[in-house]
């Protein structure tokens, strides 16, 4: 089955900094590329996805990029602002309706005043 | 639209108690997914449901957890008997036929002592 591994586990950046959060993922079937936020005492919350038909996708200060050979996807923040701070999940799927989503481990990033 | 509804948001019970979670998905949405989180082991699907009906329960960790949804509007989750292990944040999350992501719940914080 799918396997998600997401780098690093925590992370700090200064306050306007960049933040780049990696994945890997296993199963080469893989197609649909979700991103996940989850503040203190929330459930998770979608803020980005990204389908196999394309490279990056950008949305204001969030961009995700993809690659298919390398089997690996990556999430970027520009000029980090406080409300930054949460945990972030990476997960792959088939998109098939009947295909669970697989979650990596989680980025804790912290921005730094 | 009131989101995915869950309840109770914090729950701590005696060992060998019966706990019972619930969970409202948002309208319209057909599939219905249970999540656990630990510090541990991060987000662990442990159910889901397409049409009121389990497709997948390969994640549901012993005999011990069941759940149900017996309507579209409604599914529980429960515990019988509880273990001090079973302490975690479960997750209830809903999705519409169109779209691949979840909606997740605010989740239960259950403590068994």
């Known amino acids: 089955g799918e396997n998600v591994e997401q780098h690093p586990s925590t992370l700090s950046v200064q306050e306007g900094d960049s933040a780049v959060i990696k994945c890997t993922y296993s199963?080469?079937?893989?197609?649909?590329f979700p991103w996940y936020k989850q503040e203190l005492g929330k459930g998770p919350q979608l803020i980005i996805d990204?389908?196999?038909?394309?490279g990056e996708k950008k949305d204001q200060r969030i961009a995700v990029t993809l690659n298919k050979t390398a089997k690996h996807f990556s999430l970027h923040i520009t000029e980090t602002q406080p409300e930054d701070s949460a945990v972030y999940f990476c997960a792959a799927s088939k998109a098939n309706r009947d295909d669970k989503i697989i979650f990596g481990k989680g980025t804790r990033l912290h921005i730094l005043p | 639209d009131a989101g995915v509804i869950q309840s109770p948001r914090h729950e701590v019970t005696e060992m060998g108690q019966e706990v019972t979670l619930r969970c409202k998905p948002i309208s319209g949405h057909d599939y219905l997914f249970w999540y656990r989180q630990t510090m541990m082991r991060g987000l662990e699907l442990l159910i889901y449901?397409?049409?009121?009906?389990?497709?997948?329960d390969s994640g549901m960790p012993e005999d011990r957890f069941s759940a149900k949804m017996p309507n579209a509007s409604f599914s529980t989750l429960k515990i019988q008997p509880s273990e001090p292990r079973d302490s975690a944040v479960y997750f209830c999350?809903?999705?519409?036929?169109?779209?691949?992501?979840?909606?997740f719940g605010s989740g239960t914080r259950l403590t068994v002592v």
């Open positions: 199963d080469s079937a893989s197609n649909y």
């Open positions: 999350a809903s999705s519409f036929p169109e779209l691949y992501g979840y909606t």
């Open positions: 449901f397409n049409n009121n009906v389990p497709i997948d």
């Open positions: 990204i389908r196999s038909n394309v």
